[in-house]
């Protein structure tokens, strides 16, 4: 599994310098086809990433001509039109958007419904759209993204808006919105800018606790103004072993509940759940039950608890935070004879121990097309799995 650390604790995080830092993370081939891309949305507009050092650690700086200057209409609308202009995927258009919602919500939520002067500037489009597709060239739309505790600052900062404390009030609206964490330091700067910490709640979800991982890219983001601590981004990219993965597992005991509305949440929990289980137990006054028990990504746990409680009518779930050990796997699609037809089979192949395990439908389909018993035609893909591997 990949992994994404990005680390804002030195100097905090804004758009350009997340996006620098992802870019530096892809090298010089990277580099010249984000500049094109970004290039497709800004036009004849002064646009390029320069080599940079700021005590003495190398880097990536943004250079540009756009800051100041404007576009007509919704914030949101114009990073879904970037996004597809650039040809951005499912994920990043996704993340794209969320990241340009909570900065339009959250300037809503601080100015009000009036002139929102900030979300027309071309750059906040710029450092959304370039960070996540940069992201998509690393191919790590399905990584795991986690967030160091963003350094916001103090004081006070100008703005159309005119003079406001640092952190702003809509980076504050968003790591709150997010959930990501922030570090209050005595510094009069502003660390921490909203497309920043907009960047970082879409990618990471405030998610500070990596598993163990070995390190495959550095990427080093600098910004442009000289402070007294080095004012870098850093995106550490990396690897783990694949065996532990953090997990929620939501519980509740039930003793009123019929079999048919067991099996129908089983159904309603299908794409949300990773596993499903009903437990026989004996609850008060001797009464035959049974404890329900879902394990679900972090993210879905609100999910699941909803869907629980609307088809159970239970009044209490319990939640439990833990990791859970899986063995490092991979699914591959492979091709075996049974009988005189060639079929094609989907396996997981675990490596340490190793192990195989044809999908279950598609070794039904076989055993149906071919009037034999499943544990034969099982026997028999992975006999023929297992030799295919050892040729290879």
Known sequence: MNIVIIDCAAAGVSGDKILAAAVHAGGEDLRLRVERTIKSIVGDM?????????????GLRVVHGIHGRK?????????????????????????????????????????????????GEIDTIVDIVGTIKAFEELGLEGAEF????????????????????IPAPATLQIARKGNVPILLSPESHEYTTPTGAALIAALTSGKVAPPA??????????????????????????????LIERVCVVETNVDDVSGEILGWLFDRLKGVA???????????????????????????????????MEETGTLGVKVFKCERVKADRELSEETVRIGCTEYKVRVKKSKSPWRLKPE???????????????????EEVIRQVNRNTKRK
């Open 71 to 119: 576009y007509d209409g919704d914030l949101v609308e114009a990073v879904k039109l970037a996004s597809s202009r650039v040809g951005l995927s499912g994920w990043g258009v996704t993340t794209a958007t969320k990241a340009a919602e909570l900065i339009l919500e959250a300037e809503k939520e601080v100015h009000g419904e009036g002139t929102l002067h900030e979300l």
């Open 46 to 58: 002064v646009f390029y990433f320069e080599d940079a050092v700021e005590n003495g650690l190398r």
């Open 274 to 308: 990773e596993d499903i289980s009903f437990v026989p137990i004996f609850m008060k006054k001797s009464r035959p039950g049974f404890s329900v028990r879902v394990v679900v990504k972090p993210e879905l746990k609100e999910e699941a608890v909803r869907v629980l």
């Open 213 to 242: 991982f070995r390190v495959k890219r550095i990427g080093l983001g600098i910004g442009s103004l000289k402070l007294d601590l080095p004012n870098i981004t850093r995106v550490i990219i990396g690897e783990s072993n694949g």
């Open 360 to 378: 279950f439908d598609d070794l039904k389909k076989i055993a149906i097309s071919e009037c034999k018993s499943l544990r034969e035609v099982m």
């Open 146 to 165: 986690f967030t160091m505790p963003l350094r916001v600052g103090s004081g006070h900062i100008e703005s159309e808006h005119g003079t406001l404390p």
